[in-house]
């Protein structure tokens, strides 16, 4: 079985600060993607980042980058320069290929 | 726009009803998704189909059912509704098989049961 655990229900970061959202896994799969979604007030679902667990590279998207640490199976999404539009609710989620597994999520406030 | 269609986007309704959620997966996706999200929880996952098989089921209610059709759109169905069904359901899809991708996933359809 799959599971995801984020350990941190809410965050809160001031604008232009740098800011790190915590996400532990667990799966017996060798292989596996990891993604973190972004969800803000609309509600919409929103893919921030993703990561190919074969690759050490951590991947990086703009002000969005992740500290893949395959053994210790963490993986943590830091925003840097935060923006008022960052405020959102943060899900990690795992796929093995079947299925998507999803943590209960991080609520990050950006305050201005 | 993910490409995924959810209707409706609310959906007000009483106790003991019966409702129908749908969705049109993205263009080439075979595989759907139904996650339900109540107020400030997360994503349960409900149930998965693909090509208009059930692939996995999660945490689904035995009032609750789904299906896939041969046009892979799909349909939630949720029967003897009782308060603590309001929430917000999303439907989501992907190509399964390919491990590199993500799912899409529609703008939900927000169920108050009253």
């Known amino acids: ?112 | 726009d993910s490409g995924v269609t959810q209707t409706p986007k609310h959906l007000i309704t009483a106790t003991g009803q019966r409702v129908t959620l749908r969705c049109s997966p993205r263009s080439g996706d075979l595989s759907v998704y139904w996650y339900q999200q109540s107020l400030d929880q997360g994503l349960q996952f409900l149930i998965q189909y693909y090509n208009g098989e059930e692939r996995a089921k999660g945490n689904i209610l035995e009032r609750f059912s789904a299906q896939q059709f041969p046009d892979l759109h799909s349909e939630l169905n949720l029967s003897s509704l009782e308060l603590g069904d309001s929430a917000l359901y999303f439907c989501a899809s992907s190509v399964v098989s390919q491990l590199n991708t993500e799912a899409f996933f529609g703008q939900g359809t927000r169920l108050t049961v009253v």
């Open chain 1, 1 to 112: 079985a799959q599971t995801v655990t984020q350990s941190q229900p809410e965050m809160s970061v001031q604008e232009a600060e740098t800011v790190t959202l915590s996400c532990t896994y667990d799966t017996s799969e060798n292989n596996y993607y990891l993604f973190w979604y972004k969800q803000p007030p609309s509600r919409q679902m929103i893919l921030v980042i993703r990561q190919e667990a074969y690759k050490q590279q951590n991947a990086t998207e703009n002000r969005f980058s992740v500290n893949f640490q395959k053994a210790a199976k963490s993986f943590s999404l830091k925003i840097s320069d935060s923006q008022l539009g960052d405020t959102a609710m943060y899900f990690c989620a795992l796929t093995t290929g079947n299925q998507f597994y999803f943590g209960t999520g991080t609520s990050l406030t950006v305050i201005p």
